[in-house]
C-alpha cells in the first residue's frame, strides 16, 4: 500500500515498539517521540511529543487497529483497561464492548496543543521554559498529520476504523479525507463539515475570557497565579452549549441552591452564596475543569476547532468529500443538540460521495449525548466495525 504522507512529513517518523502480547498493559498513558511538524500555518514545532494508550494487541499484520479520538477536554484515557480510573467512554471500549479491546487494538492519541501527554503549550522548549504564548497555532490537520506518523512508528499502515465525536468526529472526518488510503471506515458523531460562524463565536467568548483574566499574563503564567476565572468562566460558557434548555429546566428550574437565597439582599455583594442551584451547578463544572486541564491548552484546543472544515484549500464540500469516496462513513448526531446543529449532520451526509443516512441519538440532555448514550452508540461502532 502506497502511503499518503504531508510533504513536510517524509522525515523523522519516529519510532515504537508496540508492546508484546505477552506484557500487554492497557490504558496506560505512553508517549511517542515524531520529531518536528510543520504545521499549516507554515510554521515548524519541534521535538513533538505525542501522548497515546492503547488497548488490545496490534494482530499480526497490523489490520485491526481503531482509531479514537476524545472531544476537547478529553484525554487519551477512553477505557479503563488496567488503571484504576475509568474512561470517558467506558461503556463503549473495552473487553466484550461494542468496540471490543480483545478483537481490535484501540490507540487514543491527546492532541498536539493538548496537556495530556502530548506537546503543548505547558511543555518545555528549547530554551528551558515553558511554551506558554509562545506555542503555535495548530489546526485539526496538524494533529491528523502528527497522527500519521504516530500510526507509522506503531507499524499501522491503515485504520480499520477512526472514531469520534464532536471534535473527535472532526478528526475523524479529516482523517477520512486526507489519508483516505490509510482509513476503512470512519464513525463521525456530533459534529459538521466546518465550524458555523455561531459556533466560533462562541469560542471566541471562550478565548477572551482566558485572556482577559488578569493572571494570564499573555500565556506565561507558568510558575504563579494561575488564570483560574477565565477558564471557569469560559467553561461555564462551553457548558451551556453542551447541555439543551429542556435538560437544565427539568433539573433545576428555577430553584435555590439548599441553603441558600438567590432572592436577597445579599445578592449583590457575595452571589457565590447566594445562587441558583443550576449556577451552583456551572460552577461545579468549572472547578472540575480548572483542576485538571490548562488554560493555554484551553486556548489552543480552541481556535483549532474554530478552524475545523474539511473542504479549506480543497474547492466545495462534495470536491473535498470525493478524496474518501472509498471510505465507509457511519454519521450521527444528537437531536437535542445545539452546539453542533443536526442539520449540520444531514448537510454533511448529503455532500458524500455515496450519500449516507444520519443515525439519531435520542437524548434529551443536549450534544453531551455522544459522551452518554453508548448503548444507541454502540450498534453504530459494530456497523462500521462489520
Not at 1 to 12: G, W
Not at 210 to 215: F, M, N
Not at 329 to 334: D, P, Q, R
Not at 350 to 368: R, T
Request: aromatic letters at 8%; one cysteine or more.
Amino acid at each position: 500500500m502506497s502511503l499518503s504522507v504531508h510533504p513536510s512529513h517524509q522525515e523523522h517518523l519516529g519510532t515504537v515498539e508496540p508492546a508484546p502480547a505477552s506484557s500487554r498493559v492497557d490504558g496506560v498513558l505512553t508517549h511517542a517521540q515524531i520529531g518536528s511538524l510543520e504545521l499549516e500555518s507554515g510554521e515548524t514545532l519541534p521535538s513533538v511529543t505525542l501522548g497515546y494508550e492503547t488497548w488490545g494487541t496490534l494482530n499480526a499484520d497490523a489490520s485491526n487497529a481503531v482509531l479514537v479520538h476524545h472531544a476537547l477536554t478529553g484525554s487519551t484515557h477512553v477505557s479503563r483497561g488496567d488503571s484504576d480510573e475509568d474512561g470517558w467512554w467506558e461503556g463503549l471500549v473495552g473487553p466484550g464492548r461494542a468496540l471490543d479491546t480483545d478483537q481490535y487494538f484501540v490507540v487514543a492519541a491527546n492532541l498536539i496543543g493538548g496537556c495530556y501527554g502530548s506537546t503543548g503549550p505547558s511543555s518545555i522548549a528549547a530554551d528551558g521554559a515553558p511554551w506558554g504564548g509562545r506555542f503555535p497555532f495548530v489546526t485539526l490537520r496538524d494533529s491528523v498529520y502528527a497522527e500519521a506518523r504516530l500510526a507509522d512508528a506503531l507499524g499501522i499502515q491503515s485504520w480499520y476504523a477512526v472514531i469520534g465525536g464532536s471534535m473527535g468526529g472532526a478528526r475523524a472526518l479529516e482523517w477520512a479525507v486526507t489519508y483516505p488510503e490509510r482509513v476503512r471506515a470512519v464513525v463521525v458523531i456530533a459534529v459538521g463539515a466546518a465550524s458555523t460562524a455561531e459556533q466560533i463565536a462562541l469560542a471566541q467568548a471562550q478565548v477572551l475570557a482566558i485572556r482577559q483574566d488578569p493572571a494570564f499574563e499573555g500565556g506565561d503564567y507558568y510558575g504563579g497565579e494561575q488564570p483560574q476565572a477565565g477558564l471557569g468562566l469560559a467553561r461555564r460558557i462551553a457548558h451551556l452549549s453542551y447541555r439543551s434548555e429542556a435538560e437544565l429546566a427539568a433539573r433545576f428550574g428555577r430553584s435555590a441552591q439548599p441553603g441558600e437565597h438567590p432572592v436577597s439582599a445579599r445578592r449583590a455583594q457575595d452571589v457565590g452564596e447566594h445562587r441558583y442551584q443550576v449556577e451552583s451547578y456551572l460552577d461545579h463544572q468549572a472547578r472540575k475543569l480548572v483542576g485538571r486541564f490548562d488554560a493555554n491548552s484551553y486556548i489552543v484546543l480552541t481556535e483549532a476547532l474554530m478552524s475545523h472544515d474539511v473542504s479549506r484549500g480543497r474547492g466545495t464540500l462534495p470536491e473535498a468529500l470525493t478524496r474518501a469516496a472509498g471510505v465507509k462513513f457511519i454519521l450521527a448526531a444528537v437531536r437535542s443538540d445545539r452546539l453542533y446543529l443536526p442539520q449540520q449532520s444531514e448537510e454533511l451526509a448529503a455532500a458524500l460521495a455515496q450519500p449516507q443516512p444520519v443515525h439519531w441519538i435520542d437524548s434529551g440532555i443536549g450534544h453531551d449525548g455522544f459522551l452518554t448514550e453508548t448503548e444507541q452508540l454502540a450498534p453504530l461502532v459494530a456497523a462500521a466495525l462489520r
